[in-house]
């Protein structure tokens, strides 16, 4: 093959490299902002707006996420939840670090489930609790973890039912 045959080639293999990773680049970008614009917000309108001391009430900030009960005292990890879609007809994994205690977290979930429509499959209480949920064609498990100094992690997966 000629010298300036093979050169145009890795040119154009170069170029599509190049636009490979700007595809990927602006794609994953595209996602984090989604996410941080949906941890951002003015209200909520969750099925619940009381105050309790045992988990709290629906946080005004996760205003997307409508079909969730959100503790008021949880922040989002968004280093650690990645979500596709918005209000309720998202999917993924959404990571909160609540200054409620895992059985707190337990107790509100139980509790709140219920009232953004869900239905309980099963449940596991222990030092890591996992609660599993289902409605209409998507499954949500939530997951209840010690923090590590204080608090509790909670880890809420929604997926389509299959």
Request: charged share 20%.
């Amino acid at each position: 093959m000629p010298i300036g045959m093979r050169e145009q080639e890795n040119m154009i293999r170069l170029r599509h490299g190049i636009y490979s990773v700007a595809l990927v680049a602006s794609l994953v970008l595209g996602g984090c902002e989604n996410l941080s614009h949906m941890a951002s917000g003015s209200s909520s309108t969750s099925a619940s707006n009381q105050d309790n001391s045992k988990g709290g009430s629906a946080m005004p900030s996760f205003n997307k996420f409508t079909d969730i009960p959100m503790p008021s005292n949880s922040t989002l990890d968004m280093d650690r939840s990645i979500i596709f879609g918005a209000s309720d007809a998202w999917t993924g994994r959404l990571v909160l670090n609540s200054r409620g205690t895992p059985a707190q977290m337990y107790d509100f979930y139980e509790r709140e489930m219920p009232n953004f429509g869900w239905s309980k499959v099963t449940v596991v209480r222990a030092d890591v609790s996992v609660l599993v949920y289902d409605r209409e064609s998507r499954v949500a498990t939530i997951k209840l973890t010690p923090g590590s100094f204080s608090g509790s992690t909670v880890d809420i997966t929604v997926s389509p039912k299959g």
